[in-house]
């Protein structure tokens, strides 16, 4: 039977070689003798952290038809490490203690046995927050502008990450944006009111410390009356400004006064609880042409050429036009002033009819004021600060054109407001206050307590401005 099996098995064996079939080997197991490879990268490649507690993320492949990447180990020394786990993708990680640079260091290994080289990737590890100092105006204990210069140092420790941003606050509760950090910044106090202000600077660095809140203070008084301040418009067109102290004055006229009107009372007290700037000239045609590249005034005859007059021919409403274009340029508070700003700057500390006093027999006022009977031969605007200023220094407050104020026009001060702000509650009509005299008016319109109303432009309107 034996011998007749193998007969049989060599036939078979001759018959599949005939006909080309060749029997299959039995399946051995994988040959793999080529080390894995991959990444490591530390907190999405974030170049510091303020903790030890970091994520790292991990790739990993095996050779094409290789035997498969089956486990990882970490180090940070490169010489002790973790046991072999599973692999992820990502996983949490404690740095070694201690601020510095870190390294952590990733092992693959496959079914085969093979080890992958180390690979590696490190962060700054930093938990010292930075310092830092503020100064206002170099130490100044007072300033008589809101806008300051602030003094700036800022320091990390050594081998921090360093100082990547600062940011500002008045109150320690809202703050700005962050910005670059800079050893000086123009800052501008948060209000006019006067007395100690302070400003606060907080820095941060690279790694996301906080430093600790710095401040400085300063107080902000009143200029001395009478200075002056030079805001240059396109074109280094000057605009002077000069301070008006705070203070309390009668306004309107009294019932004896000669001439007044009825709409010059009641007669009351306003106070003044702080300061402001005032126009020391009319604003002239130069200056609204600097900020506006319009000229109003040459459709209107009665009109000087002369850029030094005063700019006419605006209404209340163009006016409130310049002050938003001329804000917008200079980053200030321009407006018109309220009624009682006119007459309390154009008084002067005086209680006369006029400024520069009664003047019964109107002998004085040819100095002082351009008004009709001065103007006989040319009816128009002049140009400005020719008169004699008044006692605080300012031109044309009684002559020249007539000023528009803020305030609506009421036809008397009963309910008018005690504060110096200006009245803008809207009667029917709702016409604007003009105060002061013009080239067009006799000697009433020069008078200190006179107003008039309208809400358009004319050859003997003009404006001056305050903040």
């Known amino acids: 039977m034996k011998k007749t099996s193998l007969g049989l098995g060599l036939m078979l064996a001759a018959v599949l070689l ?38 790292i993320a991990m790739t990993w492949a095996d050779e094409v038809g290789g035997s498969g990447v089956a486990r990882m180990r970490f180090s940070n020394d490169g010489s002790t490490w973790t046991a072999y786990e599973s692999l992820t993708a990502s996983r949490s990680y404690q740095l070694p203690a ?41 130490g100044d204990l007072t300033t008589t502008k809101q806008s300051v ?123 003044f609880a702080s300061g402001f700037w005032m126009g020391k000239f009319q604003v002239t ?73 009664d003047d019964p027999s109107y002998s004085i006022i040819d100095a002082n004021a351009w008004y009709y009977n001065d103007c006989l031969n040319d009816q128009y605007a002049h140009v400005v600060g020719l008169k004699l200023p008044n006692a605080w220094g300012f031109y044309d407050m009684c002559g020249n054109v007539l000023e528009y104020c803020q305030d609506y026009y009421h036809d008397s001060y009963t309910g008018a407001p005690t504060d110096g702000s200006a009245w803008m509650s809207a009667p029917a009509g709702s016409y604007h206050v003009l105060h002061g005299g013009c080239f067009a008016g006799d000697w009433t319109y020069a008078r200190s307590a006179h107003r008039s109303n309208n809400t358009g432009g004319h050859y003997f309107f003009g404006f001056r401005l305050v903040r």
Not at 42 to 55: A, P
Not at 319 to 335: C, D, E, M, P, R
């Open 18 to 55: 005939a006909l080309g079939v060749m029997p299959q080997p039995v399946a051995g197991a994988v040959t793999d003798t080529t080390a894995p490879t991959g990444t490591i990268v530390i907190n999405g490649n974030q170049s510091c952290t303020n903790s030890r507690n970091v994520t």
């Open 98 to 138: 201690g601020d510095g640079y870190k390294t952590v260091r990733v092992q693959f290994i496959d079914l085969a046995n093979n080890r992958s080289i180390t690979y590696s990737d490190y962060i700054r590890l930093d938990t010292v927050a930075p310092t830092g100092t503020i100064i206002i105006n170099k």
């Open 149 to 271: 210069t602030l003094g700036l140092t800022y320091a990390d420790n050594a081998g921090g990450s360093g100082v990547a941003r600062m940011r500002f606050s008045d109150n320690g509760s809202t703050w700005t944006n962050w910005m670059y950090p800079t050893a000086t910044k123009a800052y501008k106090l948060p209000k006019a009111d006067l007395g100690y202000q302070t400003v606060r600077v907080q820095y941060l660095d690279a790694a996301n410390n906080y430093s600790p809140v710095y401040n400085d203070y300063i107080k902000l008084v009143e200029p001395a009356a009478g200075t002056e301040e030079t805001t240059l418009l396109p074109g280094s067109v000057p605009l002077v400004m000069k301070w008006v102290s705070a203070g309390t004055f009668a306004m309107g006229s009294p019932v004896t006064e000669s001439l007044r009107g009825a709409d010059e009372g009641p007669q009351h007290s306003v106070t």
């Open 285 to 357: 045609k130069r200056q609204w042409y600097a900020v506006m590249g319009t000229t109003p005034w040459t459709s209107y005859t009665h009109v000087s050429s002369d850029l030094d007059s005063p700019a006419v021919g605006v209404s209340w409403d163009d006016i409130q036009s310049f002050v938003t274009a001329l804000n917008a340029l200079t980053g200030k508070t321009f407006h018109l002033p309220s009624e009682a700003q006119s007459e309390y700057t154009a008084r002067a500390g005086t209680t006369t009819r006029f400024w520069w006093g």
